[in-house]
């Protein structure tokens, strides 16, 4: 009896015994997460704005493809649904955002199902998974559609909805590993002085995946995320750092470091908590790794573009990362040992 | 209020070296209003079983008649005794709902007529002369206890091993649990007899510094020591007095953190303050010191914060130990509906009870009165490795991958992560997004370690 004695009080038997603390803070996984969706709005708004309403279908069809893949595993591994923490909205949006604007929204659905069961569901949901769930999905996509996911590009054309299924076009990175840094730059840009292009593939007027393009609305989340203690600058500034290194080497650094999906992969992908190492050490041999791997696979490997397989490649080491770096002890700082 | 130095120049405030968490401080609730002075309660249970160690030993009967103050328990082996804290009759010696176990032996003292009737404690005119054996014998014979929380007997934290050497004391008024306020609102009722306190702590331990670590969200309190210091100079000679303000932060109040903030010395893992040259002791064991040495007049109150917004008057009381818990509600308007749990302590390190019907002992500081928007009763989630818990631990321990290995079945592996440092100060736990009881994780792997030993040493047919 909790109130003998007392007038009022909570009645007998309900009251909660527990350890320490009783207070707990106020962010959560799933604020955290939907955070993050949210934080990829400004994106998805701008890739309807340049490309039409498809990119919204591709996005909502891989979504809906995570959301299915992570209720199937609910009821399999019989556990409460866990669909509200919004971790598979996020694969969703994050898988679609690596997907070019002009494919065809069922593909992404199959995509968004494959990378949930296979790379998060398997491995035991929430916080098992080894690699990035809305890559894995990218990596199987290209494997299972490969001239869709290389092919269907739109040029981007601010306030038309509609774009006709025509005009595909190709992304600055595969033509300038086809024809050169001229050629890349004609693909997006006609005119205007030396660096002008700068501006078109900070706004994000270039054809390329329904997310990456816009380097500005990329910024906006990230900065949203990093205002709220969400990402940390560690592994994105030493991507740059990995990949402007390697760029170097290449005859267009500047057209590297700002197209390509580079912005979207080190702000929100190799930032997932999950896959990325814990320690700011950790973290930056993490980085750039990462952007060591991607300059090495656009400059001398078979693809146009490197991020995907960089941050897939990194994911493996993680758990070693998390081993060689650990946080400082302080029992022992100024000890000799 | 003033502004501090600080604020102004935009200086950094001290603090500890790593991790820490600042939660929703709550101290309004109670740091405005004067301690009030609980009317004598029908009846206290004096519990036998006060601090870590052996229990004491009574030394009245069923049938005694006893003096507010009188020694009703002897010390056995390194405790401390305990005396009636209300004048009376004592009705029982037995079993008694214990606040920190479930029972334990109690003598239940009933109210006299005059129940706040006092042995007589004369001034000591000497008091300030008395060799340093006689005050810590002093302080032993009053039955102080470390009035912060943890309960250890205070002469023994006084009393220095032979070949140690410090010197500073440090007055512990940081006060960095949220809730509690009954140090902060010591210090601003009590100033003089604790800067005596610990000006007689000091020359117990041969020290003459003595360094005062308050948060910075307790200003007045501060200016308030700064003030006194400056006025009772010439009683305070040799020893030097400082107040350092410490940045709001949890654990600040933490022994070791705030040697940390206040000297820069680091205590190793296992090795005490005195390893470093500290001794630290808490403001309101300060002030029972001063009666100790000056009145011989022993611990029979503590000041104690009832807080939380499940208690309808939320304030301090100075309570007559032994003082059930259930009075100290009534006294307090009463508890509302609402109340989902009951912390003996602060919400960070505190324990919860299971009924009000418990007296209080020498270690209870506060009690915190929850409603469920205030604490957290939802389930835990997997470990998502986003290490807010690695940011947060003050010592740079693994909380997330000791709570992996625990839940994946392998507490002993887990000592690498840093397990026996742990002092459960509850930072990772606070600031795990997963709601993972990672204290409770470490706890896990520390009663295995436990269990492992026994083991070995039984095989080993020790």
Known sequence: ?337 | MSLSLSTVLGKSVATFFKGGVHPAEFKELTCQTPIEQLAAPKQVQLHLQQHIGEAANPVVKKGDVVLRGQLVASAVGSGVPVHASIAGKVANIGRAPHPNSVEGQAIVIEAGENPFQEVEFPEDTAWRELPAADMLSRIREAGIVGLGGAAFPTYRKLTLPAGHKVDTLIINGAECEPYLTSDHRMMLEYPEQMLLGAWLMARVIGVNRCLIGIEDNKQDAAELLERKIGELHSSLAPVKFEVRVARTRYPQGSEKQLIQALTGRNVPARKLPMDVGVVVQNVATAVACHEAIRYKRPLLDRIVTMSGMGLNQPKNLRVPLGTGLATLVAACGGMKDTVVKIVAGGPMMGRTVPTIEIPLIKGNGGFLFLTKAETYLGDFQACVMCARCLEACPLGLEPNRISILVEAGHPLDTAEHGTHECFECGCCSYACPSKRPLVQFIQVAKTAYRRDQRLKEAAHGK
């Open chain 1, 1 to 337: 009896m909790a109130n003998s004695g007392v007038g009022g009080g909570p009645s007998a038997g309900t009251l909660h015994l527990s350890y320490g603390p009783h207070v707990r803070s106020g962010e959560s996984t799933s604020s955290i997460m939907w955070q993050v969706n949210l934080a990829l709005l400004p994106a998805l708004i701008w890739a309807v704005g340049v490309f039409g309403v498809r990119p919204l279908l591709i996005t909502l069809a891989a979504v809906l493809g995570c959301v299915a893949g992570e209720q199937l595993f609910c009821l399999l591994q019989k556990r409460r649904t866990t669909l509200t923490d919004g971790t598979a909205v996020c694969s969703g949006m994050l898988l679609a955002f690596t997907l070019p604007p002009g494919l065809s929204p069922w593909m992404a659905t199959i995509g968004g199902f494959l990378a949930i069961t296979l790379t998060k569901g398997v491995f035991g949901g929430l916080g098992h998974n080894i690699f990035n769930v809305a890559l894995i999905g990218r990596a199987m996509m290209m494997a299972s559609f490969p001239v869709a996911m290389t092919t269907k590009w739109i040029p981007p054309q601010l306030g038309n909805f509609f774009p006709p299924d025509a005009l595909t076009t190709a992304t600055p990175l595969a033509i300038l590993k086809e024809k050169g840094f001229e050629a890349a730059l004609a693909s997006f840009y006609q005119g205007g002085g030396e660096y002008d292009y700068l501006w078109r593939l900070a706004l994000g007027l270039r054809p390329g995946s329904i997310g990456e393009v816009s380097v500005l609305c990329i910024l906006l989340g990230a900065a949203f995320l990093l205002l709220r203690g969400i990402i940390k600058l560690w592994i994105p500034l030493s991507i740059f750092a990995g990949l402007g290194l390697v760029s170097l080497l290449s005859t267009a650094p500047l057209l590297h470091l700002f197209s390509g999906g580079v912005w979207l992969g080190a702000f929100f992908m190799a930032t997932d908590y999950v896959t990325s190492p814990s320690t700011p050490k950790g973290q930056i041999v993490f980085g750039v790794g990462i952007g060591l791997l991607t300059g090495l696979i656009r400059l001398y490997g078979g693809y146009p573009e490197g991020i995907c397989y960089a941050i897939l490649l990194m994911n493996i080491v993680v758990p070693a990362l998390n081993d060689w770096f650990r946080p400082k002890r302080v029992s022992t700082m100024g000890v000799p040992s």
